[in-house]
């Protein structure tokens, strides 16, 4: 898909690739961005902001890596072949010019007006972008004895119309105690971190307290 990730067509194919997407594949990180991060020779260059950005993101995560969901592709799918054409939802089929072979002028003027009215309609249908945030939250557990297999079932039992859980891991803190970072991504518009950070709270069972660790605009 993005060709040889070690050159700078790659790379490029990448950049443009993630200017318009979050992911390698759908919302959350997968084992699909794990390969692709792998195939990178380093971190990309300032002059890929939007590779760089990912791959900072990515590789925050650290062995958290391994538990990124499987992907939907194998990883030479997106490390092996030429480079990705730049997305733009099958625009080219749209011959704006017509056919060569059409002598009439007055055909070719009807050929080319009906093609400019698909390729407009076309575009009007497209849905706009929706805004989303990706947010990696910090629980931490009350004591050493806490079940974490509980407090993180318990976490990602919440359900929201705009919320996707992702990745999680533990993070030790001292004292044979370690916190839950879990990671989700959620539809401005429908989710507000605040009452998610509040929801997760409400678990007092396991919960001593919730922080945003990171968040990034999607």
Known sequence: MFGDLKTPAGVKA???????????????????DAAVLNALKGAPGADTPHALRWYNHIKSFGEGIKQFPKASKDGDAYTKGGAAPAADDDDDDVDLFGS???EDDEEKKRVTEERLAAYAAKKAKKPGVIAKTSVLFDVKP?????NMDDMLASVKSIEMDGLVWGANKLVPVGYGISKLQVMCVVEDEKVSIDELSEKIQDFEDFVQSVDIAAMNKI
């Open 14 to 32: 990448l950049n443009d690739f993630l200017a318009e997407n979050s992911y390698i594949e759908g919302y959350v990180p997968s084992q699909a």
């Open 100 to 102: 060569e072979d059409e």
């Open 142 to 146: 009350w004591d050493d004895e806490t």
